[in-house]
């Protein structure tokens, strides 16, 4: 029987069905020094958020297949593991429409101040007329940028369009002629995105072609009215620019469900500020959504273990 190692806690039905088919290893801290003996006969892995990576990969000589729990792969040293002729999958479509959700839901939040507003409310501050001071601003027939314009990109993007009627810009490695023709979106320049956009979202992976793609000159384009979004990694933005960005209002706001360094460190500026809307990079947490994301990456794992093609394998052109 192989070997796999799951660590992350799974459901417990799932974890049944690995055990008839694997020996099961269950290890959640993998700064245990017995992750890395576990390392040594496993073929599979099962989890979110493993950096995987050449040191990692020399442990591991078996390893045939890695199940990440997530569509973002940003943890995955790709090169490493194609050069060692391993299968990687993630969890793509499944968690489109709860992150777009979710995404949008922080957008509306930071618009129109949602959470600062809830505050107000329990802190018993509210005791007369609210005034202009605490008036949001529109989100309908504004316009939405997109950075990233993907499955769940062009998911937000819809929210946008029919039920918020906003324009879409986007801005993407490739056109996606499909939204310009259901969403009448816009394919421009991330320049001409960022000086046009009222909401500028980000959505595209992490990749060493993304890595701090949004910084000072950047905010600098935006207008000083606009809110900024970001869904995608923390990475991708340089947060010390984002904060003085909102500090010297060169941008009105922020909504981020991820950062730099996560979990937030408790002394990041970005937590003290009325006008950012924080959340702990849930863009998928819904009951529903993660457990599909826990079945898609079991099914991958038990595919590829058993010679076939998983369904949902990154790295295609490795193995087909
Ligand atoms: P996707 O379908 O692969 O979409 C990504 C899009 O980004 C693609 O259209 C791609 O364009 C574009 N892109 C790639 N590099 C770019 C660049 N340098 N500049 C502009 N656009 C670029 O992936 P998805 O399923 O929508 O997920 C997107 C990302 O969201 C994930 O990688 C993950 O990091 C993040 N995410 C976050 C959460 C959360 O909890 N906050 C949840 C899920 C996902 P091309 O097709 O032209 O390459």
Known sequence: MKKIIVYNPIYSDLLKILQKHF????????????????????????????????????????????????????????????????????TPDVLTDS????????????????TELDQYVKSGQWTGKIGEDLYGVDIHHKTLGIIGMGRIGKAIAERAHFGFKMKILYHNRS?????EEQLQAEYV???KLLQQSDFVCLMAPL????????????????????????????????EDALVEALKKREICAAGLDVYEKEPVE???????????????????????????????????????????????????????
């Open 23 to 90: 020996q099961v290893v269950e290890l959640t801290n993998v700064e245990n020094p017995e992750f890395i003996h576990e390392l040594k006969d496993a073929h599979g892995i099962i989890g979110s958020g493993l950096k995987v990576d050449r040191t990692l990969l020399d442990e591991a000589p078996n390893l045939e297949i890695i199940c990440n729990i997530s569509v973002g792969y940003d943890n995955l040293d790709m090169e490493a593991v194609n050069a060692r002729g391993i299968m990687a999958t993630n």
């Open 207 to 238: 990749s060493p072609e993304t890595v701090q793609l949004i910084g000072k000159q950047e905010f600098s384009l935006m207008k000083k009215t606009a809110i900024f979004v970001n869904g995608a990694r923390g990475q991708m933005v340089d």
């Open 175 to 179: 056109r996606k002629l499909n939204a």
């Open 189 to 191: 320049s991330l320049q």
């Open 266 to 320: 408790p002394n990041n500026p970005l937590l003290y500020m009325k006008n950012v809307v924080t959340l702990p990079h849930i863009g998928s947490a819904t009951l529903e959504t993660r457990y599909k994301m826990a079945k898609l990456a079991a099914e991958n794992l038990i595919k590829g273990l058993q010679g076939e093609i998983p369904p949902s394998l990154i790295n295609k052109e490795v193995f087909i």
């Open 99 to 114: 992150t777009a959700d979710t995404i949008f839901g922080l957008l509306l939040a930071t618009a129109r101040r949602i």
